[in-house]
């Protein structure tokens, strides 16, 4: 199922979902990726942890209509695919500390100056990532663009996350990572990646 939002309209407290009624004990673990692509990271990471509830929202409406059948093809229950913008969508759909993890892969870094307000990572949203993660929660971000990479790390850490592998260091692949479609792309290629693994003190 896709849902779409346009607005920028405030959302009740009492109006936020029942992630409970939608994804049964799997809500217990609410997690979602921002900007699901061709979806090879949900898709896969939905299967391999079911007992994951996972929120994938991507504002390409073609991409997100795919990903969304593959997903009730491939019977995944823990998996729900909603069409929109994060910015917007995420504040309306999750109560602060709500979400276990966080997942952003590969966005697009919009090098042009009267562009930057599109970037994911602002100082706007690294803010947003912060309050909606739950104490502890992760956040798990990829880039294949090392000054992006750069500019990530210190703006999130200046927001307040506790990065993983020391400050302003990027992390290694931890052994159960599900790689994006893009990823397994620069796996086989040899193309570099920078992680980052931040997490809510």
Known sequence: MIFSSEDDAPIALELLPDWGARFGRAAGRLELEIGSGHG???????KA???????AIEQRKKF???VAAKAEKRALP???VLCGDARLLAPRLFPAGGLAAIHVHFPDPWWKRRHHRR???DDRMST?????????GLLDFRTDVERYALEAVARLEE???ANEAGPGRFAEPPPDEIPSTRERRYLATGQP???????KP
């Open 159 to 161: 927001a307040g996350f």
């Open 128 to 136: 947003l990532l912060l309050g909606l993660l739950a104490p502890g």
């Open 78 to 80: 823990n998996l729900l």
């Open 49 to 55: 942890f079911p007992e994951r509830a996972l929120v």
């Open 193 to 199: 990646v920078w992680r980052l693994r931040l997490r």
């Open 40 to 46: 090879g990271f949900a898709l896969a990471y939905a």
């Open 119 to 121: 970037r994911l990572v």
């Open 64 to 66: 997100a209509a795919m």
